[in-house]
């Protein structure tokens, strides 16, 4: 009689034929591990103890405990697991471990369909489907946060009450597609960046994944703007936010979504979200002790670049007692700014994460 055929998250495991496969593609793994692996599938939401792996994977060969945290510890790697924030193994402190993961059982339908074809089927691996859904999720939660901040730039830069002229409607609107450009575009490269990261077996990958990605754009859209001014105006501002505040910043939302575990588990929406914005805002701030600037500094430098320009936020630093953006302003907002890209960012990949 064949054994069963289980599936779970983005992984097919038959242990008759002996095969492990992920998205359709082989997963190599050695016998004793893919037996232990099948134990701990059949066995899942139970915990296996340590004696029932030495009984049913070694069948009683003398090896030691380390055998054993060896084994978890390369099917961990296999399936891209993390022994900290487990999605798949949970170890159950000196007792054994237990197979955390939704598993199903294949009908034998299923199961012969799937020995016909020696390619997997499009709707089972789908990898760069998974990254381009991903990474337009976060682009698409980079807007969102662009509007916030947008909303929040363009009141604060208003020179005159909204009422009362239309030159202050204009400076809002003006700051609210800025910021919503900035967001999508530096949004766009962090997102893909963690989303291809995913595909990785080590998560912390995603860090890299969100610095690649902040950098190449932070960089780009930098040489865009200067060039822009350059050609319209004839000179441009210094010191606006580039390539290091970008690769800083997509450096700290991947460690948001690290945290977040936006490759397995995605059951707590609001802790996923409060650890990235926590993230995203420590890194923000860790831009601003470096001397670099965000959103609102770039704002204000070019002000300050243009003395006849009506863009200004010296408003909100007078809510801190200072004459103008003073440092203080700048933390607090850029705290608030790096939160907000980094909590919806990471936020609308755990949604979509969830449809996958």
């Known amino acids: 009689m064949a054994s069963d055929t289980f599936r779970f998250d983005r992984f097919v495991l038959d242990p008759d034929d002996r095969h492990l496969r992920r998205d359709g593609v082989p997963v190599e793994i050695n016998a004793r591990y893919l037996d232990a692996l099948a134990l701990l599938v059949r066995e899942a939401g139970k915990l296996v103890s340590k004696d029932r792996f030495l009984n049913e994977v070694w069948r009683g060969v003398p090896v030691t405990d380390e055998a054993l945290t060896q084994c978890i510890r390369t099917l961990r790697r296999q399936l891209g697991d993390d022994a900290a924030s487990p999605h798949f193994i949970e170890t159950v402190p000196k007792h054994g471990y237990r197979f ?49 901040g947008g909303l929040f730039y363009g009141f604060a830069g208003a020179a005159h009450p909204l009422g009362s002229a239309t030159g202050g409607a204009s400076i809002l609107l003006v700051l609210l597609w800025l910021t919503i450009a900035a967001a999508l575009m530096g949004g766009a490269g962090v997102s893909f960046g963690i989303a291809a990261a995913i595909l990785a077996p080590a998560r912390p990958w995603m860090i890299v994944g969100g610095a690649m990605g902040g950098l190449i754009v932070g960089g780009a859209v930098k040489l865009l703007g200067l060039d822009a001014f350059n050609l319209l105006l004839g000179r441009s501002p210094d010191g606006i936010t580039g390539a290091p505040e970008g690769m800083l910043l997509g450096a700290a939302v991947g460690l948001g979504a690290w945290l977040a575990n936006c490759g397995g588990d995605t059951r707590s929406l609001r802790r996923n979200v409060t650890a990235a914005a926590a993230a995203g805002s420590a890194g923000a701030i860790f831009i601003l002790l470096l001397g670099g600037r965000l959103m609102g500094g770039s704002v204000d430098q070019l002000a300050r670049a243009f003395p006849g320009s009506r863009l200004r936020v010296d408003a909100i630093g007078g809510l801190f007692g200072e004459a103008g953006f003073g440092p203080v302003a700048q933390v607090v907002t850029g705290g608030l700014e790096g939160g907000l890209f980094g909590g919806f960012i990471v936020g609308a990949m755990v949604l979509a994460r969830r449809r996958l």
């Open 100 to 148: 955390i993961a939704p598993v199903d059982r294949m009908e034998e339908a299923e199961r012969t369909e799937g020995a016909i074809a020696a390619e997997p089927s499009p709707a089972m691996l789908s990898p760069w489907r998974d990254v381009l859904l991903l990474g337009g999720a976060g682009t698409i939660g980079a807007g969102f946060a662009g509007i916030v």
